[in-house]
């Protein structure tokens, strides 16, 4: 019986053993040691916002702080055509934006085509804390932020004016992959550059998560057009039990799929993150037969332990980490073509 009972402690040690993330050198998927915090985000622009999430999730704070304060950099960015109070209009020259936040439990907020407030993101945690509804759109969306003291501000920048004044010139709607990614986002007035996301996640020493996107959404796209970032599942998924996971690119082809919401159930069944972004990618590659050259999707994930992953259709889409090791590591993701 002795050695019965000591064979099964040995198997159950070296089960337990195995399930445990290794203790490896800091790498873009690996961190160092168990459970450490981590924070990763979308674009070269992450690098900014991961700064100030880690300024919270460094010390111990609340990882749905660090990720609404991650969220709030590029917001006020100025030189950020992609999100924000400096995005490009849609057509008829108005500025909407969409945000979302979600934590590890499930709690979540969002806010869609909301004008005149230039921290979406805030607007969305107070609809998860505040109401019982997940997402807010338009003007509804900005009676409940003006109730809630958020002031009413025009956004719209004279630089992203004159670009929608030289845009409708011809008035061309020509999506082009990674234009979003030039300058923060610059890309060229002519074109539907500057249609991309900030996508944060975030994981503490407990391994709890959150994450926060936001963004202006297509330049010059019809107005009232929403893409994947305040639509969770799509542009944004956290679970506690696995990770979470963010999208970027052309925002239908995610909501088509749930993307966030797939990359998050394929680590569910056991895919790493870099496997899971890829099959998600693959999925829309596949029903895309005939897929424009310039398509472009990506995801960006992370796992309980701070095992990070990332691929998309086309080059160029890059991502942000940050730990205790180091608060501005650029990587490139991986892509299919």
């Given amino acids: 019986m002795t ?8 198997s159950l040690a070296a089960t ?37 999430a880690w300024q919270i999730l460094g010390k111990g704070g609340s990882v749905l702080d660090a990720v609404e304060a991650g969220a709030r950099v590029p917001e006020a960015d100025p030189n950020n055509h992609s999100v924000g ?13 969409d945000a979302s936040i979600m934590d590890g439990n499930g709690d979540c907020g969002a ?15 107070r609809v998860m804390e505040k109401t019982p509804h997940v997402l807010l759109v338009g003007d509804g969306a900005l009676q409940f932020a003006l109730e ?22 011809k008035s061309e ?26 996508g944060l996640l ?43 996971a963010t999208s970027t690119g052309v925002g239908e082809e995610v909501i088509r799929t749930a993307g966030s919401f797939l990359v998050v159930e394929l680590m569910r069944q056991g895919r790493s993150p870099q496997q899971a972004c890829e099959e998600a990618v693959k999925r829309i590659m596949r029903r895309r037969m005939k897929m424009d050259k310039d398509l472009q999707v990506g995801f960006l994930a992370l796992s309980r332990a701070g095992e990070v992953g990332a691929y998309a259709i086309q080059k160029g889409f890059t991502y942000a ?3 205790a090791g180091k608060q501005d590591t650029l990587f490139d993701s991986v892509s299919a073509l």
């Fill in 202 to 244: 975030a994981v503490d020493a407990q391994g709890r998560l959150a994450g926060a996107c936001t963004t202006s959404g297509m330049a010059w796209k019809l107005h009232g057009r929403v893409g994947d970032s305040p639509i969770i599942g799509a542009g944004l998924y956290v679970d506690n039990e696995v990770g979470g």
């Fill in 16 to 52: 337990a053993a195995a399930t445990l993330p290794r203790d490896t050198h800091a790498s873009p998927t690996k961190p160092a040691g168990r459970l450490r915090p981590r924070v990763v985000s979308t674009w070269d622009f992450g690098v900014a916002a991961n700064k100030a």
């Fill in 85 to 97: 109070r400096a995005g490009y209009p849609d057509r008829d020259g108005r500025l909407t934006l």
């Fill in 3 to 10: 050695d019965r009972r000591r064979f099964l402690a040995a």
């Fill in 148 to 169: 809630q003291d958020f002031p009413k501000e025009d956004l719209l920048t004279p630089e992203s004016e004159q670009a929608w004044k030289e845009w409708l010139k």
């Fill in 111 to 125: 806010v869609a085509a909301i004008e005149h407030i230039a921290h979406p993101i805030s607007v969305a945690r």
């Fill in 321 to 323: 980490v940050c730990d």
């Fill in 173 to 198: 709607y020509k999506p082009s992959a990674n234009s979003e990614n030039k300058t923060y986002g610059a890309g060229k007035p002519g074109g539907a550059g500057n249609h991309d996301t900030l």
